[in-house]
């Protein structure tokens, strides 16, 4: 918006413009600011950039005084990324990188770097909703990522995939082979934590977000 244009708008509008801008700022600079906090953050910003190249996302934010800290530039280019192809979804490689950023870690691409189940529980979770913000749906899961996954959750001691893992369970399965009897067991617990008040309540806070 140019400035003759701002200048246009009602007081209280140029106030609340003013507000979000600040807001915006704030996010873009602090290290922990979620990934799909950080597209939003952007777009209130610069509006609409998701076809900008990443060297010309950077200098403009440059050129408003913005130093993005290196956890929020992997952060954005993996979502970004995930919105432009979203390979998270049939590439190994490119779901544990994603994890990864997602949980503000500066990433190495010629290294491999095993997430934590938690990691790829959130990096699931925080995927969806950057998808359903576009209006897209997530993808089913294909082998790589499920495989991945359920190596992560064999080597955790896991007999039982979160929810959001829920694609790794064949995988799992086969890695923990005599455990079946541990598993009814689990389940019950899970099943017995699902139906808490608590549970429901944190549930129903998720879907505010």
């Known amino acids: 918006m140019t400035a003759e244009a701002e200048l246009r708008q009602p007081r209280g509008q140029r106030k609340a413009a003013s507000a ?8 873009l600079v602090a290290p922990t600011t979620a990934a799909v906090v950080l597209l939003s953050a952007t777009k209130a910003l610069l509006g609409d950039f998701d076809t900008w190249e ?3 996302l950077w200098l403009e934010l440059e050129r408003r005084g913005l130093e993005v800290p290196a956890p929020n530039r992997v952060k954005l280019q993996a979502a970004l990324t995930l919105l432009w192809v979203p390979s998270f979804y049939w590439d190994g490689v490119v779901f544990e990188k994603t994890a990864l950023a997602f949980d503000h870690v500066v990433t ?3 290294a491999l770097e095993e997430a934590t189940a ?8 925080e995927a969806a909703w950057i998808l359903s913000r576009q209006g897209a749906l997530p993808h089913d899961f ?3 990522p499920a495989a991945y996954t359920a190596v992560v ?6 007999v039982e995939a979160p929810e959001s893992l829920a694609f ?3 995988q799992l399965d086969r890695l923990n082979r005599g455990g079946d009897e541990m598993r009814p067991r689990v389940e019950a617990s899970w099943q017995a934590l699902v139906d808490s008040v608590e549970y429901k309540l944190l549930k129903d806070e998720e879907k505010k977000i």
């Open 118 to 125: 938690a990691q790829l529980a959130w990096a699931v979770r």
């Open 142 to 144: 294909a082998h790589e």
């Open 153 to 158: 959750l064999h080597r955790e001691g896991l």
């Open 20 to 27: 979000d801008g600040v807001a915006a700022r704030q996010l």
């Open 108 to 110: 190495n691409p010629d």
């Open 54 to 56: 990443p060297e010309s």
């Open 168 to 170: 790794a369970q064949l």
